[in-house]
């Protein structure tokens, strides 16, 4: 790719015509959404991109145009979600590091940062010197499917024997056992998000072997109680619906060689008015401790539909303004 720069003109030129017109879009649909946001002009003749506009504006189109075309010919399709997280990057000045990704090692395409927050969190994931991670914010940001994905990793590199996924059936409360069938069956219902993380990564036959084998263990959080988990990748989820009682018994259930992720939305809590969140009060008293890394995310770093995060952002809103009590 080369560059031929003056102070508001840019002309690059793409080698690879498959790649560009994925870069391109539909119409051009991508470009125009580069357009807008840094508030650039560009045209695509046959090849060839000509950048005008400010200087800076210039620069930033560049960087997300340069790296879009090279994240096209490792063969990703270009669309509105690989264009947010261009701009994520670029517009808060964080750099890209492609280390961070989540290799499986057999194949699979490798997943990949939308955003310097979901960056941060991976590091953390990936990082051996902590032991217990928690993920918190609102739903949408890649904190459960991130902290599977990194999980499934391990299994299939063999780092760790098993893996465990818990949530507070809190929706269930007492009538669980009252549910027909066994354990699988009753708490199933509670854990379809989880299925689907375990799903996109791993794909349906294997998930179904590795929990054949008893390699992967999905289950309610009460029953966690008594067992110590060594060499196993943990996952609490919803943990905002734990009470600290409860968040205390699951932090504590961790043996040697383990590792444990936390996620949930402190916001969103089911709890009774009454009871304070375990995940909130954990993150509080255990921020600083060593081998715990905490991480942050906000409606800014929603991947789903871009409405989501205005939806977030408007009941956030609302509630400072104490029209939600």
Known sequence: MLNHKSATHVI????????????CGIHHHNLAQIEQVFS?????????????????????????????????????TIADGEIRAAFS???TGTRYVKQDQISFGDGRKQIVARNPAQQ????????????????????????????????????????V???VVARPALEAGERLGFLPGDL????????????DAF?????????????????????????????????????????QNATIGQMQMVLTRLGEGGHMVVTGDPDQSDLPANIQSGLSHAIGILENV??????????????????????????DADKKAGRND
Request: aromatic share 10%; net charge neutral; hydrophobic share 40%.
């Open 199 to 239: 799903q996109q990564t791993l794909g349906a036959e294997k998930l179904s072997r590795l929990r054949e084998q008893g390699q992967i263990q999905i289950a309610p959080l009460a029953f966690m109680r008594g067992r110590t988990f060594s060499d196993a990748y943990i996952v609490l989820d919803e943990a």
């Open 40 to 76: 650039v002009t560009i045209q695509a003749p046959g090849g060839h991109m000509v950048i005008d506009g400010a200087e800076d504006m210039v620069s930033k189109a560049c960087t997300v145009v340069q790296r879009l075309y090279t994240r096209a010919l490792g063969g990703e």
């Open 12 to 23: 690059l030129d793409f080698p690879d015509p498959a790649a560009f017109r994925n870069l």
């Open 89 to 91: 990057f670029v517009t």
């Open 290 to 315: 060593e081998g715990v890394s905490c991480n942050r995310f906000t409606a800014d770093d929603v991947v789903r539909h871009p409405l989501v995060a205005r939806i977030i952002r408007a009941y």
């Open 120 to 159: 941060n969190y991976m590091r953390s994931l990936k990082d051996s010197s902590f032991d217990l991670v928690f993920g918190s914010g609102p739903a949408g940001t890649g904190k459960t499917f991130l902290a599977i994905a990194y999980g499934v990793s391990l299994l299939l590199s063999k780092r």
């Open 161 to 163: 024997k098993q893996m």
């Open 184 to 195: 699988e069956e009753k708490v199933d219902p509670y854990m379809m998000p989880i299925w």
